[in-house]
C-alpha cells in the first residue's frame, strides 16, 4: 500500500554535500513521521534523523550542525553537508503511516537504501 524510494547517494569528497531524496507513494495513508537511518560498514544501523508532520526534527548528535531534514509534500530529504569519512553508509528512509479508512491502522515502511560514500 505504500511505498518509500530513496535517491541521491553517491561518491563525494570529504567537506562536500549530497542531497537524499525519498518519497512516499500509495493512496489513503497520512505520514505521521519520516526519518533516515545508516549502516555503516561493521556498524549497527542507527537513527540519523526525523521529522514529523508537525515539524519538529531531531539529529543524531554525530550529524547535528552538518544535516539538515525536511519534507515537502510525501518527499523527505536529507541535505547532507561537511561530509566526512565517517558518514559512509547505506541510508535508509523510514516513515510511520497511518490509514484512516483502515481502523486507523499503523505502519512502519522501509525504502531500499542508498549508498553514501565519502572518501578522496
Known amino acids: 500500500q505504500v511505498q518509500l524510494v530513496e535517491s541521491g547517494g553517491g561518491l563525494v569528497q570529504p567537506g562536500g554535500s549530497l542531497r537524499l531524496s525519498c518519497t512516499a507513494s500509495?493512496?489513503?495513508?497520512?505520514?505521521?513521521?519520516m526519518g533516515w537511518y545508516r549502516q555503516a560498514p561493521g556498524k549497527e544501523r542507527e537513527l540519523v534523523a526525523t521529522?514529523?508532520?508537525?515539524?519538529s526534527r531531531n539529529y543524531a548528535d554525530s550529524v547535528k550542525g552538518r544535516f539538515t531534514i525536511s519534507r515537502a509534500g510525501a518527499t523527505v530529504y536529507l541535505q547532507m553537508n561537511s561530509l566526512k569519512p565517517e558518514d559512509t553508509a547505506v541510508y535508509y528512509c523510514?516513515?510511520?503511516?497511518?490509514?484512516?479508512?483502515?481502523?486507523?491502522?499503523?505502519?512502519?515502511?522501509w525504502g531500499q537504501g542508498t549508498l553514501v560514500t565519502v572518501s578522496s
Open positions: 523510514n516513515s510511520g503511516v497511518v490509514f484512516p479508512n483502515d481502523r486507523y491502522r499503523y505502519l512502519e515502511v
Open positions: 500509495g493512496s489513503m495513508f497520512s505520514i505521521n513521521v
Open positions: 521529522i514529523t508532520s508537525g515539524g
